[in-house]
């Protein structure tokens, strides 16, 4: 297996626009994580999904994010419409249950200007 | 669900030295994980250790685990330079949430 994988790696956007990140979780694995990175912040859980399903989402920041998992190879981040303060890099990871080791994509460097 | 919370912040060393790091939870566990996150890189899971154990090793590292004083820590030995990363602790339930991290700098 290739491993999580996040598309873009980079993106630059302006102010206002909308952004979706995609990630493809390791096949098999049950739980997909969203987190994002700040110097500010840290490594912050947005939200989190069992089996394409929405378990937590009281990590997201505002309305302006929302997620979803349509099946189990492919989930969604997406801000609409984006501020400069979600310049951050993005994470998704997945795991194969509960408790067991999270496995964690590049990342994808977002610049809003 | 809870997250650990590592010390030092910082850490700087000479290569050859040993570095430890220690993580602080509230609550029970069932395990506890270590992360390595390289800069801009994704996190790299590096152990787990469960409840039930007190030690355990993988190479260089060596993590022990004090559930009575809810703590944990890390020790690389024999640091390289190429240890240089931030190093986090997790807590897993259903979700997986992390701390602040342990920056170390390992000095050639």
């Known amino acids: 297996d290739a491993g999580v994988i996040q598309s873009p790696r980079h993106e630059v956007t302006e102010m206002g626009q909308e952004v979706t990140l995609r990630c493809k979780p390791i096949?098999?694995?049950?739980?997909l994580f969203w987190y994002r990175q700040t110097m500010m912040r840290g490594l912050e859980l947005l939200i989190y999904?069992?089996?394409?399903?929405?378990?937590?989402d009281s990590g997201m920041p505002e309305d302006r994010f929302s997620a979803k998992m349509p099946n189990a190879s492919f989930s969604t981040l997406k801000i609409q419409p984006s501020e400069p303060r979600d310049s951050a890099v993005y994470f998704c990871?997945?795991?194969?249950?509960?408790?067991?080791?999270?496995?964690f994509g590049q990342g994808t460097r977002l610049t809003v200007v | 669900s809870q997250q650990g919370e590592e010390d030092p912040q910082a850490l700087s060393i000479q290569e050859g030295e040993n570095a430890t790091m220690n993580c602080s939870y509230k609550?029970?566990?069932?395990?506890l994980q270590w992360y390595r996150q390289n800069s801009g890189r994704g996190l790299v899971h590096l152990i787990l250790i469960r409840s039930n154990e007190r030690e355990k090793h993988s190479g260089r590292l060596r993590v022990t685990l004090d559930t009575s004083k809810k703590s944990s820590s890390l020790l690389i030995t024999a640091s390289r330079a190429a240890d240089t990363a931030s190093y986090f602790c997790a807590i897993p339930n259903n979700d997986m949430r992390f701390g602040a991290g342990t920056r170390l700098t390992v000095k050639p």
């Open positions: 999904f069992n089996n394409n399903v929405p378990i937590d």
């Open positions: 096949s098999g694995h049950d739980y």
């Open positions: 609550t029970s566990i069932n395990n």
């Open positions: 990871a997945s795991s194969p249950g509960v408790g067991l080791v999270a496995f």
